[in-house]
């Protein structure tokens, strides 16, 4: 038997985005897999040639925010109108798929921005289209 090598998959905190940052802007187009919408245009992707995961915001573009449950330190919060339509649209197109994600900045929080595609389809687009952003 073969002893497969054991993946690790790491997050790409503050710090570790000023390193991958360049190599992710000279790629042109990234491939990812959206593990998780948190709104309209905030995702966490899944990036399988550099097994990590990162944060990342649709450039240009804002959408409402969506309802959120309140936590031990953060009160809940109130959707903004249409905050929860943008929301379902990201997950019903994006959540569990594979994308293409071209990094054009980052935050201060190590969240990359810019713009993401799925088949060929803007994000940004179809959601300032639909009317979400």
Do not use: M
Not at 58 to 83: D, M, V, Y
Request: net charge negative; glycine share 6%.
């Amino acid at each position: 038997k073969k002893d497969v090598p054991t993946q690790r998959i790491f997050e790409i905190d503050a710090t570790k985005a000023k390193q991958y940052f360049p190599s992710f802007q000279r790629a042109q187009r990234v491939d990812a897999i959206v593990e998780f919408v948190a709104s309209g245009s905030r995702l966490r992707l899944f990036i399988p040639k550099h097994h990590c995961l990162c944060t990342f915001l649709l450039g240009g573009i804002t959408c409402p925010r969506a309802s959120r449950p309140a936590t031990a330190t953060i009160p809940a919060s109130e959707a903004e109108p249409f905050g929860e339509d943008a929301l379902a649209f990201t997950k019903e197109h994006c959540l569990q798929h594979e994308v293409q994600i071209q990094v054009e900045s980052q935050d201060k929080a190590g969240n990359f921005i810019g713009g993401l595609w799925i088949d060929n389809l803007n994000l940004s687009v179809a959601l300032v289209e639909e009317g979400f952003a």
